[in-house]
């Protein structure tokens, strides 16, 4: 499953800083969640996106955790951008 997080704006336009806190909240995520499935996670090259793809072999755990770490990594980048 992809899902996309919109940001307000271009990621490859932060501060350094900003951007660094941002690939270790993706780090820890990917890190937590990926037992028995593949979690994937990077910025759009065309839009002011972060793409969030989840693989496993159970569709309702595709979907809850597409759904759990889509909210909890929008809320760090809301954290760290403002």
């Known amino acids: 499953k992809l899902t996309n997080i919109n ?3 271009n990621i490859n336009k932060i501060n350094p800083k900003t951007k660094i806190l941002i690939d270790q909240t993706i ?3 990917q890190a937590i969640y ?3 499935c593949r979690i994937y996670i990077r910025p759009s090259g065309t839009e002011p996106l972060i793409r969030v793809l989840v693989e ?3 569709h ?3 979907n809850s955790l597409s759904k759990e770490i889509t909210n909890k990594l929008s809320l760090e980048i809301k954290k760290v951008v403002n």
Request: net charge neutral; proline share 0%.
């Open 60 to 62: 309702n755990k595709v």
């Open 7 to 9: 940001l307000d704006l």
């Open 34 to 36: 990926s037992h028995n």
């Open 56 to 58: 496993a072999k159970n």
């Open 27 to 29: 780090d820890n995520i």
